[in-house]
């Protein structure tokens, strides 16, 4: 088997441990229910760092509002607010991560990591601080089910979400079936896959629940199957991006593929937006189909989407004869942003 066979087997063997990663979660030893208080903020980067997105949105369809950081340091309202800061970061050696790590030290703020080990988990257990230990020997990227599901269970034993035990439960069972070993949605990855042969791909999702799963995807085809995406949140796109595919002229027609992720919850103005978008915009760029969630509450749906945009970035890159386990460049960057002399920082 040639290494980019080799590390395609590889990929999907991690996609398929979705359903296991959340299950895990659900099984932490952390409690329920904690005094619902202040802000919770989630640091970090890439792979890591959208389990703050993916809280976000879960907070928000419960009424409640959660904080995302990804950069160095904090935002510059964290010495005033006093927020609870969770700080993710798989490989444990990000350099932002654990920049965001010492200035909440450095304000006494209450900290939990999640890593896997590496630097920040040494110097955060050295502090006493929490340390939520997820399994290794993931890509960041692949390993989104175990840094969400420690995310949401930190969330919720500071009061901020309810307990979101049933929904990892389903959530796990969801991924199974979709993108498990077994998984129906490789069919459907296919097909979209197929269809967007030599074009880039545009994802549009929804407020507040489907945009991040469009913002997944995009990561995703990104770091998997190497190549350029973007996406967009509707109602947003309606508002500007919608003015955007005049030019140059009939380029994005034969050259861009767009795809919808709907949700049943959507609001009934974003379902409008959605088809007159669409229809407005046949002429000018290619809409190449919906994904629908599926499942009763909000991560399960959110995890569907998932499922299915992981296996559509692994069939494009087969298509592409990519390899999904290498990252050259990311690799190029970091060796380019790490002292000769330094022992730290050297993970995403």
């Known amino acids: 088997m040639n290494e980019t066979l080799s590390g395609h087997a590889e990929m999907r063997s991690q996609m398929a441990a979705l359903g296991a990663q959340l299950r895990w979660g659900a099984d932490l030893s952390l409690p329920v229910g904690g005094d619902a208080g ?52 798989y490989s444990g050696d990000t350099s932002e991560a654990l920049s965001s790590w010492e200035r ?43 840094g969400l599901s420690a995310v949401l269970r930190v969330a919720a034993a500071e009061g901020v979400i309810g307990d979101p035990r049933p929904s990892l439960e389903e959530a796990a069972s969801i991924a199974d079936g979709l993108s498990g070993v077994e998984g129906a949605g490789m069919a459907l990855a ?15 999702g929804s407020s507040p629940l489907t945009a991040v799963a469009a913002h997944r995807w995009k990561t995703q085809i990104n770091e998997n199957a190497k190549r350029t995406a973007f996406w967009a949140a509707m109602p947003e796109a309606t508002h500007n991006e919608i003015t955007g595919w005049d030019f140059p002229a009939g380029l994005a027609r034969g050259r861009v593929g767009l795809l919808a992720l709907r949700d049943r919850d959507e609001h009934p103005g974003v379902s409008l937006r959605f088809g007159h978008m669409e229809t407005l915009t046949a002429d000018r760029v290619s809409w190449m189909g919906e994904v629908w969630t599926q499942g009763s509450s909000p991560l399960a749906r959110l995890m569907s989407l998932v499922a299915v945009g992981d296996l559509f970035s692994l069939e494009l890159a087969r298509l592409a004869g990519a390899d999904p386990m290498r990252v050259e460049l990311i690799d190029r960057l970091k060796e380019r942003m790490t002292p000769p002399s330094a022992e730290s920082s050297r993970g995403f």
């Open 190 to 204: 296919s097909e979209l896959a197929a269809a967007m042969a030599g074009r880039m791909v545009g994802v549009y």
């Open 38 to 89: 202040g802000e919770i903020l989630v640091c970090g980067m890439g792979g890591s760092g959208i389990t703050g997105d993916f809280l976000a949105a879960v907070a928000a369809t419960e009424g409640r509002r959660t904080s995302v950081h990804k950069s160095y340091g904090l935002p510059g309202w964290a010495a005033r607010e006093k927020p609870s800061v969770t700080v993710v970061s």
């Open 104 to 146: 909440a030290r450095e304000l006494g703020l209450p900290v939990t990591v999640v890593t896997s080990g590496g630097e920040l988990g040494e110097r955060a257990a050295g502090a006493g601080h929490r340390v939520v230990r997820v399994p290794g020997g993931y890509q960041p990227r692949s390993a989104l089910g175990y």
